[in-house]
């Protein structure tokens, strides 16, 4: 079946530090991969997508990298701000879905300190 | 401008009163989804939908049923609510599979 898994959280860091949430992912054929975020207070948004193996996916200085041999589309960022601080939900879109259904991971609570 | 919009963005009800949320998107997208939102478990598909008149169920679809009778236009349609739908719910569409999926602002529903 298809399922994403991520690292639990919540996450603490200190403003410049470096971030990494894991995701790994269990898909029939090759899924396309998003990150997403949710601020406080409002829905969700894309952050970045990868749609084949090798592609890395990036915005806002964050990255992810496809990863077909480990089935992984880790989030890094090298140096996070306060206002980064978010739920981060990563997602794949299995392909062989006949209705194109989204699948998420739990979410990974960020938060930043000055 | 491209967007979901959802309404009400707010309800409190009581046990058994009929409800309906309904959810709009202006971009002619042919995928939509119902998802809720609950601590610690993360986001759960209710319903989903590929085009007009053609939906199916998600991971949690007890307690709901939708429609897809426009193709603009995909309510979530609680017959009989109980507390345990108390949940923040997100509606969201898209373009295609491989395509960014774009969401509502939520509707936060308590029942009591």
């Known amino acids: 079946g298809n399922s994403v898994t991520q690292m639990e959280g919540p996450v603490t860091l200190s403003e410049e530090a470096f971030l990494t949430i894991n995701c790994t992912y269990t898909a029939t054929g090759y899924p396309s991969l998003f990150w997403y975020v949710q601020y406080p207070g409002e829905g969700l948004q894309l952050l970045l997508k990868a749609t084949k193996a090798d592609d890395k996916g990036s915005n806002k200085g964050f990255e992810a990298t496809y990863r077909k041999e480990t089935t992984s589309f880790h989030l890094e960022k090298g140096s996070v701000q306060v206002s980064d601080s978010a739920v981060y939900f990563c997602?794949?879109?299995?392909?062989?879905?006949?209705?194109?259904?989204?699948?998420f991971g739990r979410g990974t609570q960020l938060t930043v300190w000055p | 401008e491209a967007q979901v919009t959802q309404n009400p963005r707010y309800l409190i009800t009581v046990t058994g009163k009929k409800l309906t949320v309904t959810c709009s998107q202006n971009?002619?997208?042919?995928?939509m989804s119902w998802y809720r939102q609950d601590p610690g478990l993360g986001l759960r598909q209710i319903y989903y939908s590929m085009n007009v008149e053609v939906t199916d169920k998600g991971d949690v679809p007890e307690g709901y049923k939708v429609s897809r009778k426009e193709k603009r236009n995909f309510p979530l349609i609680l017959e009989s609510p109980s507390p345990n739908q108390t949940s923040l719910y997100f509606c969201?569409?898209?373009?295609?599979?491989?395509?960014?999926?774009?969401f509502g602002p939520g509707t936060r529903l308590t029942v009591t």
């Open positions: 971009m002619n997208h042919e995928y």
């Open positions: 969201a569409s898209r373009f295609d599979r491989g395509h960014e999926q774009y």
């Open positions: 997602a794949l879109s299995a392909r062989g879905s006949t209705l194109g259904r989204l699948y």
